[in-house]
Nanobody, 125 residues
Framework: QVQLVESGGASVQAGGSLRLSCAAS????????MAWFRQAPEKGREGVAV????????DYTTSVMGRFTISQDKAKNTVYLQMNSLNPEDTATYYC??????????????????WGQGTEVTVSS
């Protein structure tokens, strides 16, 4: 049984940094991709970043390029999201997701079979 557990969410001031972690357990060696999504209050969920677990290739939504970095530690079955230069628009609940399917349309949440419970990030101005 696969479980994804996020941690690292907090309240920070604009310009600050946070690192989110997603610890995976279960049949993680079958994952093709792992991603971070976020959902701001009264908004839909959007894809933030993805890492294709086999190649290590990453991709990001435009609004976080150059500020966020996704990485993986296969030995620890953990994916990280380093977030720098945070601004109030980054305030959201951040979710980790995993997929057994490879898709270039990584930001479509329909591709992901497993989700974590979310961790909250609040950025104040």
């Amino acid at each position: 049984q696969v479980q994804l557990v996020e941690s690292g969410g907090a309240s920070v001031q604009a310009g600050g940094s946070l690192r989110l972690s997603c610890a995976a357990s279960g049949s993680t060696n079958r994952f093709k991709s792992m991603a971070w999504f976020r959902q701001a209050p009264e908004k839909g969920r959007e894809g933030v970043a993805v890492v294709y677990t086999g190649s290590g290739i990453t991709d990001y939504t435009t609004s976080v390029m150059g500020r966020f970095t996704i990485s993986q530690d296969k030995a620890k079955n953990t994916v990280y999201l380093q977030m720098n230069s945070l601004n109030p628009e980054d305030t959201a609940t951040y979710y980790c997701a995993a997929s057994y399917v490879f898709s270039s349309n990584w930001s479509d949440e329909e591709w992901y079979m497993y989700w974590g419970q979310g961790t909250e990030v609040t950025v104040s101005s």
